[in-house]
């Protein structure tokens, strides 16, 4: 018998989560970015339920996406045959919050957690399945597969459920959703190495073009390349092989002040 | 602050990641011992050591390893690790997940989180105060979460003037006491996570330690390989019906099966092949290689078809030849090695729920995907999990932090294995009110036991019975399951099948029919017409009221005419029960065929009159809930499909 590798490991602990999650939740949905890990999210559901992603995709539109990634939504929609829901927060880009004139934290807040928070209040979802990976910052690094937000989602770090032997915390009191997490033990590089195996598409954003590409991509405003010619997922995976900075460094809304993204994440922040 | 925890240094592709835990008594070290490890690896961010370096002399604080990874707010604060981190570094030989465990009593359950997902773990044990509660408390609790690869590190051994003695000392009684768990390890390594002694590099001011660094032990260790040389047991999640395949999914947890296999599903104990194991995307019967890397199945029998097997740790789908009743909480296995069956067992059970575990008190006990109700009906002995004394007790609760040796029974039948021989199936968590309160291990379970259940579960409730009282109490609603079709269709032999595949569920099912209805109740009627519309009358009137006591009542009467089936609904939704109306469907020409009671021939030789479907009708249903054709369907297939439908109405 062949041992299994590492990505197998993975993969199999995210479908069993994917498929515990779907039947302990009636009404469940899934936040798509159109991201690396967003798309490895729907691959993985695929897996689990043998060709189709049985819940709705919900894409959180900023109004700064990148006109690429757009175009990428409108394909994989028809591809993987989604049932898409799109939220603008509608009425703070009315009330003019946007990146021209809001700090960072502001808008993010405003345009994704509010925005997720509008959304949850119309489609009532008691589960939200999330792409958040353990090794993208110290706060996501102790969170749990199931994760429980109030009904304000807030995020009680201090006392977690526990977790183990394949049992979840699986209940959500009125008002409350859980977060289930499948990509938590995943590493950036395991997410490259999979999308290679596996031959995931994603946007061309994270390869390299005139010496720059993507590492992480967000809302346009605030979104910085890198500079890379990583213009292939080889090229790619050789460059974290040896790099020593941060995934989400050109995510301005995590840094625009000390701890910013442990506070983001507490008001609800995915 | 930035990611502390975001560095990737990829060893070779493939190559397992080893998941080691750290665990100890508060204040040894843990945190110094891995900011120590994660420097001296080169793992952290671009110039994280500076930052915190300068941070700390910009505050006029001594810079500590354990600043790298006190990485929130709280912590910093407090100076404890209050939850569970995971983070990654890499030596030359294979990435390694830290699992950083709080060593604080009150965090037990995060301890419990961390480490459960461990393929190893680092004990370590400060050399100044010597093994304490923690110390010990934590390696009981590895080995009954299963862990049962580690080395310990005598740390701080710089407080401790790097005494040989000191070392030794702390080793022989550490020794004495992991043997009483039936733990062993050979590596015992003397440290100084502070100054760097013993952890990446050879110590030189303990040159009297031959044993491996740190980084050497910890590259001896392997990770966990999934059993798959134990026998098979897979455990249904769900059974998917999204397109015409009624696809099994769950997850191997022990064994493997291939394509061709008999398996047989406990506790319904029904057997069926496998057919197909799907996957998505779709593979290529195609040999492999075909479509290159994207479709390799890496884990697989050579000798065997690609995607014909599935093994230990796969989260896999299958279909069956046979369409029995399948649902989540089984567990398949081969029928030799099949798992235990029982409702009663025994058990070690920690407890970390604030509130203490109680006799009596209904629980949900949730096996692999099992989930059933019980009681702790004998708490035996209580073990001091600093000291492992196990002592007698009367009591009649286990407090937080606890371990009870005990005896638990569960309302329906359980699959169990004992954890000694097969650990996944041998593991449980309590759950109540949808937390989990404690974790436990099965023990000392009787194989050659199975299918000997009796049920002696006893509940009280006080005040009037409501009919969610009853229903609580029965696990079930009470309902109405009203058989219809022709004389010889088979609704008599499906009651009884259905009756017996309800019963083992520890439902309370009975079954009403001629037999039993007409030589008591109804032995004043007749066969006149008055009298049919009567007996059906009267029928309906007793399913309500055995319904409304709890029970699913399952009725096998021709009843031809649409207005005494409306009635029976109408009288069943009176009393607030279930009517589940099942069409038993076969061809006239089928049931005359078999006339089981010789009532066909009577007829046709005009011995009976007004016999329904020779010279009486037999007025179709209009819109039943469930139809079967028991002309193309077998009678497991026929119950299995009422099932289907049934159960989760009985929730």
Not at chain 1, 151 to 180: C, I, L, M, S
Not at chain 2, 121 to 145: F, T, W
Not at chain 2, 544 to 569: C, E, H, W
């Amino acid at each position: 018998m062949t041992t299994r590798t590492h990505l197998d490991r993975l993969e199999n602990q995210s479908v069993f989560i994917f498929r515990e999650a779907y039947h302990a939740f009636k009404n469940i949905a899934m936040p798509w970015s159109m991201g690396k890990d967003s798309n490895v999210l729907i691959w993985l559901a695929s897996k689990a339920f043998f060709g189709r992603v049985p819940f709705p995709v919900l894409h959180i539109d900023t109004t700064y996406e990148f006109p690429e990634m757009l175009e990428f939504r409108e394909w994989a929609t028809a591809h993987y045959k989604l049932n898409l829901i799109v939220k603008i927060n509608e009425e703070a880009r009315g009330r003019g919050v946007g990146y021209e004139t809001h700090d960072p934290v502001t808008v993010t807040h405003e345009l994704k957690t509010v925005a997720l928070q509008q959304a949850m209040a119309q489609y009532k979802w008691d589960a939200l399945i999330t792409g958040i990976r353990r090794d993208e910052d110290p706060t996501r690094a102790k969170e749990r597969y199931f994760s429980r937000r109030n009904a304000q989602f807030e995020w009680d770090y201090k006392d977690q459920p526990p977790e183990f032997w394949g049992q979840f915390a699986t209940t959500a009191a009125n008002g409350e959703h859980v977060r289930v997490q499948p990509l938590l033990d995943w590493t950036e590089v395991d997410i490259w190495r999979y999308i290679q195996r596996e031959n995931i598409p994603i946007p061309k954003m994270y390869f390299a073009r005139n010496g720059q590409r993507y590492r992480s991509l967000g809302c346009r405003p605030i979104t910085k390349p890198i500079t890379s010619n990583a213009d292939t997922i080889e090229a790619v995976i050789a460059e974290l092989e040896t790099t020593r900075t941060s995934e989400r460094a050109g995510r301005a809304q995590d840094h625009h002040e000390r701890n910013a993204m442990q506070k983001l994440r507490a008001k609800g922040f995915l | 602050m930035h990611s502390i925890s975001s560095v990737k240094h990829p060893a070779s592709s493939g190559e397992a990641t080893l998941r080691v835990v750290f665990v100890g008594h508060v204040d040894h070290g843990k945190s110094t011992l891995i900011g120590r490890i994660l420097s001296d690896t080169n793992s952290l961010p671009e110039g994280k050591l500076e930052q915190v370096q300068r941070a700390c002399a910009a505050e006029n604080m001594e810079f500590e390893f354990a600043f790298l990874l006190d990485a929130l707010l709280e912590e910093q604060e407090q100076n404890i690790t209050i939850d569970t981190t995971q983070i990654p570094f890499k030596t030359a030989k294979r990435n390694y997940m830290i699992i950083d465990a709080p060593g604080h009593k009150e965090f037990l359950k995060n301890m419990i989180t961390g480490a459960s997902s461990a393929d190893a773990a680092v004990l370590v044990i400060a050399a100044n105060e010597g093994v304490q509660e923690q110390s010990k408390r934590h390696a009981y609790l590895l080995s009954l979460l299963g862990v049962r690869q580690f080395c310990v590190v005598v740390n701080k051994m710089d407080l401790a003037d790097y005494s040989e003695a000191r070392f030794l000392e702390i080793e022989k009684k550490y020794r004495v006491f992991l043997k009483t768990l039936n733990l062993e390890t050979d590596v015992f390594i003397p440290a100084s996570a502070r100054f760097g002694e013993n952890i990446t590099a050879r110590s030189t001011k303990m040159k009297w330690h031959h044993g491996p660094t740190l980084a050497e032990a910890l590259d001896a260790m392997t990770p966990m390989a999934p059993p798959t040389d134990l026998p098979l047991r897979f455990c249904v999640q769900d059974v998917y019906k999204f397109d015409d395949r009624r696809i099994i999914a769950g997850r191997i947890e022990t064994g493997m099966l291939q394509v061709g296999d008999e398996l047989v599903f406990s506790p319904a104990n029904k057997t069926s092949i496998v057919q197909s194991i799907e996957h998505w995307p779709v593979i290529p019967s195609a040999v492999e290689g075909s479509r290159g890397a994207s479709f390799k199945i890496s884990h697989r029998d050579p000798s065997t078809p690609i995607g014909m097997t599935g093994v230990a740790g796969g989260s896999i789908g299958i279909t069956l030849h046979e369409q029995i009743f399948v649902e989540r909480g089984y567990v398949a296995s081969h029928s030799k090695d099949a798992p235990i069956e029982t409702n009663r067992f025994h058990a070690d059970l920690f407890w970390i729920a604030r509130q203490p575990a109680r006799l009596s008190h209904l629980y949900t006990v949730r096996l692999a995907t099992q989930e059933v109700k019980c009681q702790i009906v004998s708490l035996d002995e209580v073990m001091d999990s600093s000291s492992l004394e196990r002592n007698p007790t009367k009591a009649d609760q286990l407090a937080r932090n606890e371990v009870g040796r005990l005896t638990i029974q569960t309302r329906a039948p359980i699959v169990l294995d004992n954890h000694d021989r097969l650990p996944p199936l041998g593991r449980f968590v309590l759950v109540d009110d949808g937390m989990i309160c404690g974790g436990g291990i099965v023990y000392d379970g009787v194989y050659t036991d199975r299918g000997a259940i009796k049920s002696k579960n006893i509940f009280w409730s006080e005040g009037k019975i409501t009919a969610q009282a009853r229903s609580a109490q029965h696990g079930h609603r009470g309902a109405v399951v009203w058989l219809t079709g022709l004389s010889g269709s088979g609704k008599s032999t499906i009651a009884q099948a259905l009756e017996r595949e309800l019963f083992i569920r520890a439902m309370h099912p009975y079954v009403l029919d001629g037999d039993n209805i007409r030589h008591g109740l109804n032995s004043n009627l007749g066969f006149a017409p008055e009298d049919r519309v009567e007996n059906i009358r009267r029928v309906s009137e007793v399913a309500k009221l055995m319904a409304d006591a709890g029970n699913v009542v399952i009725t096998a009467f021709i009843s031809p005419y649409r207005a005494d089936r409306q009635r029976a609904r109408s009288i069943a939704m009176e009393g607030n029960a279930e009517f589940i109306e099942v069409f038993v469907d076969a061809p006239l020409e089928v049931c005359e065929e078999r006339d089981p009671k010789n009532l066909y021939k009577k007829a046709r030789a005009g011995e009976i009159r007004e016999f329904t479907g020779i010279d009486a009708p037999y007025e179709l249903p209009v819109d039943p809930e469930i139809v079967v054709q028991t002309n193309q369907q077998s009678v497991d297939e026929s119950v299995a499909s009422i099932l289907e439908r049934l159960l989760p109405r009985l929730k």
